[in-house]
């Protein structure tokens, strides 16, 4: 059984491969060519992620909801990150942030929350003045006091060049959070990992360029309900650009490095920081702990 679902899961891993967006590059005679699939090629596409099994309640025999916070210095996370300059590079490859905000922008993406509790809804207007910011220079204000009438009544409009417009981009995420559901599944008889949400952090747009500036929570996505959305985005494979990997099949199969820094628990889901405070060293042993105890219990079920 377990055999017959590995070559499943293979083959479908697979098919997603052979569906990229670079298909015919080599037998395109001009550039509009590359990326065009056949008459042949759309009738027998099944291009889709691999849906996630039915779980039972009572199948879940252990469970514990843990958040991560994924820092995208690392370099195992620059898949994520890159590319941050789409001017210079083709429509096919996009950022993680850039394709979760291009979602959001054209509607494909509806499951956007203010929250990882899923409570408020957001829209793109909601979180406008995180993503953009303009203030009016010192130099501008000292042209409106030259005549302050001509600006008020619009004959007199402010030049550009005299106000500051900041806009967060991708080269401004430092980072996501995910938050997840490690569970023992005893019908399969192992433990498995289900991702509920994923959120873009940033500093606000009015802080970029500063020195130490916090970090906001863009947004919060639930998570199974962009996977289409994901799967047809591909990360790069620095090992083999013909074979690329696909969003969502990368945060399925954590091809990444997270740090738990919150786990659900009678406090109200209080984060490590919360009860580990100014000691970096104790929390990072603190998120292992939490880590192990979750591991250390599929690894307790074979012992007698």
Same mark, same amino acid.
């Given at each position: 059984?377990k !055999?017959?679902?590995? !070559?499943?899961?293979?083959?479908?891993?697979?098919?997603?491969f052979?569906?990229y967006s670079?298909?015919?590059l080599?037998?395109?005679?001009?550039p509009?060519?590359?990326?065009k699939?056949?008459t042949?090629?759309m *009738?027998?596409?099944?291009?889709?992620p691999?849906?996630?099994?039915?779980? &039972? *309640?009572?199948?879940?025999?252990m469970?514990k909801?843990v958040w991560?916070?994924?820092?995208?210095?690392?370099?195992v996370?620059f898949?994520?990150?890159?590319?941050?300059?789409?001017a210079s590079?083709?429509?096919?490859?996009?950022?993680?942030?850039q394709?979760l905000?291009?979602g959001i922008?054209? =509607?494909?993406?509806t499951e956007?929350?203010?929250?990882?509790?899923?409570?408020?809804?957001?829209?793109?207007k909601?979180?406008s003045?995180?993503?953009?910011?303009?203030?009016?220079a010192q130099?501008?204000?000292? @042209?409106?006091?030259?005549?302050? @009438?001509a600006?008020?009544?619009?004959?007199?409009? !402010?030049?550009?060049?005299f106000?500051?417009?900041?806009?967060?981009t991708?080269?401004?995420?430092?980072?996501?959070?995910?938050? =997840?559901?490690?569970?023992? *599944?005893?019908?399969q008889?192992?433990?498995?990992?289900?991702?509920l949400a994923?959120?873009?952090?940033?500093p606000?747009?009015?802080?970029?360029g500063k020195?130490?500036a916090?970090?906001?929570?863009?947004?919060?996505?639930?998570?199974?309900a962009?996977?289409?959305v994901?799967?047809e985005?591909?990360?790069?494979?620095d090992?083999?650009?013909?074979?690329?990997i696909?969003?969502d &099949? !990368?945060?399925?199969?954590?091809?990444?490095s #997270?740090?738990?820094?919150?786990?659900?628990?009678?406090? #109200?889901d209080?984060?490590?920081?919360?009860y580990?405070?100014?000691?970096?060293?104790m929390q990072?042993?603190?998120?292992?702990?939490?880590?192990?105890?979750?591991r250390d219990?599929?690894?307790?079920?074979?012992?007698?």
């Open positions: 059984m !055999l017959k679902a590995l !070559l499943l899961v293979t083959f479908s891993v697979l098919g997603s052979t569906s670079q298909s015919n080599l037998n395109a005679k001009t509009d060519e590359i990326g699939k056949t042949a090629q *009738d027998s596409d099944n291009d889709k691999l849906p996630y099994g039915y779980v &039972h *309640d009572r199948d879940v025999l469970g909801t991560e916070n994924i820092d995208l210095d690392e370099r996370n898949p994520l990150y890159f590319p941050i300059d789409t590079i083709g429509k096919d490859r996009r950022s993680l942030f394709v905000l291009n922008k054209s =509607g494909k993406i956007v929350y203010g929250d990882e509790y899923f409570n408020t809804k957001k829209s793109i909601d979180m003045s995180s993503f953009k910011y303009i203030d009016t130099v501008g204000f000292d @042209e409106i006091n030259t005549d302050i @009438e600006y008020k009544s619009g004959r007199k409009i !402010l030049d550009k060049q106000v500051n417009e900041l806009e967060l991708a080269q401004d995420i430092t980072g996501f959070k995910v938050k =997840g559901y490690w569970y023992f *599944d005893k019908r008889s192992e433990l498995k990992y289900r991702m994923i959120c873009p952090v940033a606000e747009a009015r802080e970029i020195d130490n916090d970090v906001i929570e863009l947004f919060w996505i639930y998570f199974p962009i996977r289409d994901l799967h985005a591909k990360a790069f494979n090992r083999n650009s013909a074979m690329p696909t969003f &099949h !990368l945060l399925n199969s954590r091809r990444f #997270g740090v738990i820094y919150k786990e659900e628990n009678v406090y #109200g209080r984060t490590i920081d919360g580990m405070k100014d000691n970096a060293q990072l042993l603190e998120s292992e702990r939490v880590k192990s105890k979750i219990f599929e690894q307790d079920m074979w012992n007698y």
